[in-house]
């Protein structure tokens, strides 16, 4: 998404609109931060974010306490000049009549949320941020392996859909089929999901479309997963040279993050569904620190230098 309606971050967060009679139709919020307005409601504007959701926890509420009605009234005008696209108060706290009578009048809406000020706070930034992501669609297929998000691509009729029902079979778990939709929540998190429409869906050639969570039930079936790794199949060429050891690793750029990535040649009488699982336990025993391709490296060299003495 480009942007959120109040009415969308409202209900997401399970935000009660004190100022139902305000339209919201032209409010949007499309940075995924929000504000604390101290400074702001205390007089100084310089560098304000007015573009963000405002959040009013105990401590603005305890200095606007502090304030005569007439220095409300113009705190809170100059404060919803802005144009800001909500007022969030936390812990159950009720604005004051001056902020809502500043409210309508600026066409502001005004929210209220039973949680504390900073458990929200960092709610509602994770959640926007993971909407707001710069995001990509992708053809391909992503299953949950033991825990590591594994995007499979290739050409179509290659067998991504096979491969994935084995995995499913063995007791993994399906994220996606055909469309994987990335999201970049963070310069080291790519996250995927499935398009509403398709979600939980697999079409096999000669079968045609497959409900995977009414055969193998909810169990085999997540919402989203972080992308680790990407399995890239491709036809046998016995011209090609393909990577036998390991040693170094290949990489996948998806939204700028780079996701390593193995070229893997499909042949008849290869197991797709065994090496994926095994590609992805590898994956993460090297996470572990780990790594089998460079401990056999240094067995050879061991034994070569053992004997040359």
């Known amino acids: 998404m480009d942007e959120l309606t109040i009415d969308y971050i409202a209900q997401k967060m399970e935000l009660k609109n004190l100022t139902p009679d305000i339209d919201t139709t032209g409010k949007k919020v499309k940075v995924p931060d929000i504000n604390r307005p101290a400074l702001q409601l205390a007089g100084f504007f310089s560098h304000f974010d007015s573009e963000r959701v405002q959040i009013i926890g105990n401590v603005e509420v305890s200095y606007l306490d502090s304030l005569d009605s007439a220095t409300k009234k113009e705190r809170y005008a100059q404060l919803l000049s802005f144009d800001v696209p909500c007022i969030v108060y936390c812990r159950s706290v009720f604005p004051d009549e001056e902020m809502l009578e500043a409210a309508r009048e600026h066409h502001t809406p005004i929210l209220q949320t039973d949680k504390t000020t900073s458990n929200f706070e960092g709610e509602i930034m994770r959640w926007m941020k993971v909407e707001l992501a710069p995001m990509?669609?992708?053809?391909?297929?992503?299953?949950?392996?033991?825990?590591e998000g594994?995007?499979?691509t290739g050409e179509s009729g290659i067998g991504k859909s096979e491969a994935a029902l084995e995995l499913i079979k063995r007791g993994h778990r399906l994220v996606s089929d055909d469309v994987v939709e990335i999201r970049k929540v963070s310069d080291a998190t790519l996250i995927g999901s499935a398009p509403e429409i398709t979600r939980h869906f697999i079409e096999l050639r000669g079968i045609g479309i497959v409900d995977v969570k009414t055969l193998f039930g909810v169990e085999s079936v997540k919402e989203t997963q972080g992308i680790d790794m990407v399995i890239h199949l491709e036809d046998w060429d016995k011209e090609k040279e393909y990577d036998?050891?390991?040693?170094?690793?290949?990489?996948?750029?998806?939204?700028?993050?780079?996701v390593v990535c193995h070229n893997l040649p499909v042949r008849p009488g290869r197991n797709l569904a065994i090496i994926v699982e095994t590609a992805a336990v590898?994956?993460?025993q090297k996470k572990m620190g780990y790594n089998a391709a460079k401990e056999l490296y240094t067995r050879v060299q061991n034994n070569i230098t053992r004997r040359g003495e």
């Open 244 to 258: 036998r050891f390991g040693l170094e690793e290949e990489y996948m750029d998806i939204l700028g993050n780079k």
């Open 282 to 284: 590898n994956w993460r």
């Open 136 to 147: 990509i669609s992708i053809h391909g297929v992503l299953v949950d392996v033991y825990g």
């Open 150 to 152: 594994v995007l499979i």
